[in-house]
Nanobody, 122 residues
Framework: QVQLVESGGGSVQAGGSLRLSCGYT?????LGWFRQAPGKEREGVAR????????FYADSVKGRFTISQDKARNTLYLQMNSLKPEDTAMYYC??????????????????WGQGTQVTVSS
């Protein structure tokens, strides 16, 4: 059973940067970042195939966010640059199987971290 713990959230001005981290206890096929703002659906932000390193991004964050992994440290990262107020949300890391990386949907991820809040001010 994989366990996930996020860190690195906080408040930042628009245009600023944050780097989120997610420690995990065992590797799985797919690791991803999701976010959810109050009253809105959970949104897939980025995901990575752990074996190959192939990455996938939501259109809304392409060119601004970078997902990466450090296998030696069992850590997943999300580097967020050029942050916008609409990026404000609770961010979650998640672990899943093939269906997670294939579809990018939350249903493909079976294990979730506790979340870390990101707030971007105008």
């Amino acid at each position: 059973q994989v366990q996930l713990v996020e860190s690195g959230g906080g408040s930042v001005q628009a245009g600023g940067s944050l780097r989120l981290s997610c420690g995990y206890t065992r590797n799985v096929y797919c690791l991803g970042w999701f976010r959810q703002a109050p009253g809105k659906e959970r949104e897939g932000v980025a995901r990575i195939r752990t074996a190959s390193g192939a990455t996938f991004y939501a259109d809304s964050v392409k060119g601004r966010f970078t997902i990466s992994q450090d296998k030696a440290r069992n850590t997943l990262y999300l580097q967020m640059n050029s942050l916008k107020p609409e990026d404000t949300a609770m961010y979650y890391c998640a672990a899943g199987g093939n269906s997670g990386c294939s579809s990018g949907s939350a249903s493909g991820f079976g294990t979730w971290g506790q979340g870390t809040q990101v707030t971007v001010s105008s």
